[in-house]
């Protein structure tokens, strides 16, 4: 029996949060395992109202960075804001001065992309956080990445070395297979639009490897990557680089200057990881991906699993209105895995498993790239076709089809992160790590599963919300 829900209990998680806060120990059920230390890293979305600014999308919301640190079967927790320029100059101005994803309070698209160094791009580093040896930074989708203390959340530095070299970029940057450094992606806007792929290493600014022109840019939020392959999926939402540029009195936002185009297909660029050389470019259905899940080789072919939506709609279901005003309904994404032949061209493509699929996680160190058997992401509740939030974690079996639910009604869980224990075994010998919200009782809560069972053995209890966030790694040093 399948049954559609109304329930805005969920909305608890796009109130904001700004506290700086502190706890030594939080309140534990159940029992860590002992090899579990560490640190989990996370960004949440915290700060929707600044000043006169009423941010419109659920992107928009001013980061904030917060720390689960393990130790002796014990648990510590920190919040802080993210001092970036975009909040920084909105406390000091009294409203949002610079152009969010889905807000763009009071410039014209015009300037900031005619600005060389980019003095009007939002550096929000609401997405993700990534790592370059030392340096933790915060990232979104624009070229600054926010450079923080992992341990004290304090923000280091808002002009840091791996500035994208392009005018937008992704937070979802992979470990470099080569050099061990960051891989990540930019499109550089101008008369001559063009992909570029860059590393960046240990010191110094970032090395552009990759590089292939295009005449009608899209939007992407992540990309694949193996041992000798870049993989591009660009679905056809493209980017209007007419409208970004060329309307100096329109006060649009970067949401606003992109076009579903249907009728363009997928493109999905192959590129040589060694030499940047473009292989192949392949075609196939129509599609609108945030992630990819993993990418690999197998006899002569690239398998490339990502979460596929029909269209677009769900970036403007996130609307924070319809979030707010329970009208949300969550198009539901797929888990497809796309087979490409190098040597014909062709594509094949297929679904993994049945359900809604999104936020994936893999256990990144052992498979990424390589031939896996389990993915991680959330789902909806058992039964559920028209989901307004995520409210049950899945583990797929991507080779069987087979997959294992975990709901607990009232609790909205956040992206799984895949811990692998130290003398693993098997691909899902670990935990998975999950920061929900339990609305009921307005606190949320960190879940840590067994990775192999999807049954919970540990809640450590937050005793606030957490606003709803993206992503979140777990680092065993800092
Ligand atoms: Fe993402």
Same mark, same amino acid.
């Given at each position: ?14 109130? @904001? ?11 534990? *059920? ?26 419109? /999308? ?28 975009? $909040? ?34 939002? *550096? ?51 470990? *470099? ?76 936002? #970067? ?11 997928? %493109? ?8 940047? %050389? ?12 945030? /992630? ?23 970036? $403007? %279901? ?8 329970? %009208? ?25 498993? *049945? ?23 959330? @789902? ?6 028209e989901p307004q939030w995520f409210e049950s974690l899945v583990k797929v079996d991507v080779e069987s089809g087979e997959a294992k639910l975990w709901y607990e009604p009232g609790l909205y ?20 790590? @999950? ?34 966030? #993206? ?8």
């Amino acid at each position: 029996m399948f049954r559609i829900v109304t329930d805005t209990k969920f909305q608890v998680g796009f109130e @904001s949060f700004t506290d700086t806060t502190a706890y030594d120990r939080l309140e534990l *059920d159940g029992e860590l395992p002992g090899w579990l230390s560490g640190t989990l890293l996370r960004s949440s979305v915290s700060l929707f109202e600044v000043g006169t600014t009423r941010m419109r /999308h659920w992107f928009d919301g001013l980061a904030m960075l917060h720390n689960f640190t393990f130790a002796d079967g014990e648990v510590a927790y920190r919040s802080r804001m993210l001092g970036s320029r975009a $909040y920084r100059e909105a406390q000091k101005a009294g409203h949002a001065t610079l152009s969010e994803f889905g807000t763009d309070p009071c410039r014209s698209i015009f300037k900031r992309v005619q600005a060389t160094f980019h003095p009007e791009l939002t *550096d929000n580093g609401a997405i993700t956080v990534n790592r370059i040896g030392d340096e933790f930074l915060a990232m979104t989708e624009t070229p600054m990445p926010v450079q923080f203390d992992p341990r004290s959340l304090e923000t280091l530095s808002t002009d840091h070395r791996a500035k994208a070299p392009g005018d937008i970029s992704t937070a979802h940057a992979h470990i *470099d297979p080569g050099s061990g450094g960051m891989l990540n992606y930019a499109l550089k806007i101008g008369p001559k639009c063009s992909y570029r792929f860059y590393t960046v290493g240990g010191s110094g600014g970032p090395t552009v490897v990759a590089t292939a022109a295009t005449r009608r840019p899209r939007y992407m939020h992540s990309f694949g990557v193996t041992d000798n392959h870049i993989v591009l999926l660009a679905g056809p939402l493209t980017i209007s680089v007419g409208k970004l540029v060329g309307s100096a009195l329109a006060k649009r936002s #970067f949401l606003e200057s992109m076009e579903w185009k249907p009728e363009l297909g997928t %493109e999905i660029l192959v590129f040589d990881r060694h030499s940047g %050389e473009l292989l192949r470019e392949f075609e196939t259905e129509t599609m609108f991906c945030f /992630h990819h899940v993993n990418a690999f080789e197998r006899d002569g072919r690239l398998v490339v699993d990502v979460c596929a939506f029909e269209d677009p709609a769900i970036i $403007y %279901e996130l609307y924070l209105d319809n979030l707010r005003g329970g %009208e949300a309904r969550l198009p539901q994404a797929t888990l497809r895995r796309l087979v490409l032949d190098l040597s014909d061209g062709g594509v094949t493509a297929e679904q993994l498993w *049945d359900g809604y699929f999104e936020l994936p996680r893999i256990n990144y160190r052992a498979c990424n790239g390589r031939p896996y058997r389990y993915a991680y992401g959330v @789902s909806a509740a058992p039964g559920v076709t028209e989901p307004q939030w995520f409210e049950s974690l899945v583990k797929v079996d991507v080779e069987s089809g087979e997959a294992k639910l975990w709901y607990e009604p009232g609790l909205y869980p956040s992206e799984p992160v895949f811990v692998s224990s130290p003398e693993a075994r098997a691909e899902d010998d670990g935990v998975v790590l @999950s920061i929900g919200v339990d609305a009921e009782a307005r606190h949320s809560e960190l879940t840590v599963l067994d990775a192999a069972s999807m049954e919970p053995i540990a809640r450590a209890a937050v005793p606030h919300v957490i606003p709803f966030g #993206f992503h979140a790694y777990h680092y065993s040093k800092l």
